[in-house]
């Protein structure tokens, strides 16, 4: 099974000659990986599609020495589509159009001090000072969810909440909830536990006489067909602490979809990292050649704004139905990119004008996953998984004005 273990500029190596420990999970078609999957090697774990037991199509190739990745399109095992590579810290080192391996369309290149976007909003609003498009009716509003109780702790047990960011009760079509409590008992045993959640958000484990600490939870939801790994936050600064049973321990969590993370905020939110985000990601980039009518294209001035249109196509992966919304974003000529980060995570379809500084607008049109070289009115921009570890995939997006 080829497996993408090389870096940008070479090829993937040919079946049974990497001589490198493999394992892949995922869906098969005439006794070969078909659909989705992941692939780890000794150096490299993909997650993504695969067809008649290659990597091609859609997916998140992670280098686990320096936690480098590429997100994108493939074929026959290599790099080949629109795609971006990533740093270890989550900041972009290339974004274009690959073929075979090889970066040949370079996305415009960011100035150093290019002028800071308006950050995300938190996860109880619509991102990005977005407004209700006027001809879209919103949705009756959904009835409130069922607050989840507050839990005390008692001496001898651990107990909490898992809940969402206004305290009710998760949402969505969730497969499991993870928790985790690990210690050393006063006899001198490791001890771990895993506690269940009660069907109101609740849970309460019983501890053995010693010290203990928790470990990070994770909810696992689906969206349909695909299946989503989140990370649940712990609230306060002590959930990995020791703590003494004989006092009680109380620890909550709370799911978030949208906003900052602990990353995030420790590090000063950057409105252009969507690692800093919980949201899901969509890079929008302002492409300088149409390679479908092989012709060079004009940047709008300066002075311009860029409004997209976001139609949720789906409910979020925790079960909100959200009405369609507009972001705006000044366009500046010298970045040439307008990342779209902290999305609520639904199926979404994005469209666009450009609002010309005399008031006039022009149709933005984009080229999507598996559009090229093609560009087309709307961008679709289906939730897709992360990989093991990961959350959502960032999709990237080339636009050009009509």
């Given at each position: ?9 070479t ?94 369309q ?20 619509p991102?990005?000072?977005a407004?209700?498009p ?5 949705p ?8 989840a109780?507050?839990?005390a ?5 651990a ?70 790994r989140?990370?649940?936050?712990p ?20 799911w ?35 390679a ?20 949720p ?9 959200l ?34 500084p ?40 080339g636009?050009?004005?009509d």
């Amino acid at each position: 099974m080829p497996a993408p273990t090389r870096r940008p500029g070479t090829s993937a190596p040919a079946p049974g000659r990497t001589g490198r420990y493999f394992f892949y999970a995922g869906e098969f078609r005439n006794g070969r990986p078909a659909g989705l999957g992941v692939l780890r090697t000794g150096s490299s774990l993909y997650a993504g599609e695969f067809l008649d037991g290659r990597v091609h199509g859609h997916g998140v190739l992670t280098f686990l020495g320096d936690r480098s990745k590429y997100v994108g399109e493939f074929r026959e095992g290599n790099m080949h589509g629109r795609g971006t590579t990533y740093r270890g810290d989550g900041s972009v080192a290339q974004s274009g159009v690959f073929e075979a391996g090889v970066l040949r369309q370079a996305d415009p290149a960011p100035a150093l001090a290019p002028a800071p976007l308006p950050a995300p909003v938190a996860a109880t609003t619509p991102p990005v000072a977005a407004t209700a498009p006027p001809a879209a009716a919103a949705p009756a509003p959904a009835p409130a969810r069922p607050r989840a109780p507050a839990v005390a702790a008692q001496p001898g047990w651990a107990a909490g909440r898992v809940a969402t960011v206004d305290g009710s009760r998760l949402g969505g079509k969730l497969e499991e909830v993870v928790l985790s409590i690990n210690g050393i008992s006063i006899a001198g045993e490791r001890v771990s536990y895993s506690p269940e959640l009660a069907d109101d958000g609740s849970y309460r484990q019983r501890l053995a006489p010693g010290q203990y600490r928790f470990g990070t939870g994770a909810v696992t939801a689906r969206l349909g067909e695909r299946e989503f790994r989140l990370p649940l936050e712990p609230v306060g600064e002590r959930w990995n602490r020791n703590r003494d049973a004989a006092d009680g321990i109380a620890q909550d969590f709370v799911w978030k979809t949208t906003g900052p993370t602990p990353y995030g905020r420790s590090s000063g939110p950057d409105a252009n990292n969507h690692t800093h985000w919980y949201g899901a990601h969509v890079r929008a980039a302002w492409q300088t050649w149409r390679a479908d009518i092989n012709k060079g294209t004009t940047p709008p001035p300066a002075g311009s704004r860029l409004r997209f249109t976001v139609r949720p196509l789906s409910p979020t992966v925790d079960g909100q139905q959200l009405a369609p919304f507009v972001v705006e974003r000044d366009w500046d000529p010298r970045t040439g990119n307008k990342d779209l980060n902290d999305l609520p995570p639904a199926d979404l379809e994005i469209t666009g004008v450009v609002v010309l500084p005399d008031g006039s607008s022009k149709p933005m049109r984009f080229q999507g996953r598996g559009d090229y070289p093609n560009f087309k009115p709307a961008l679709q921009a289906p939730l897709t998984p992360g990989g093991v570890g990961g959350a959502y995939a960032p999709l990237n997006a080339g636009w050009v004005v009509d």
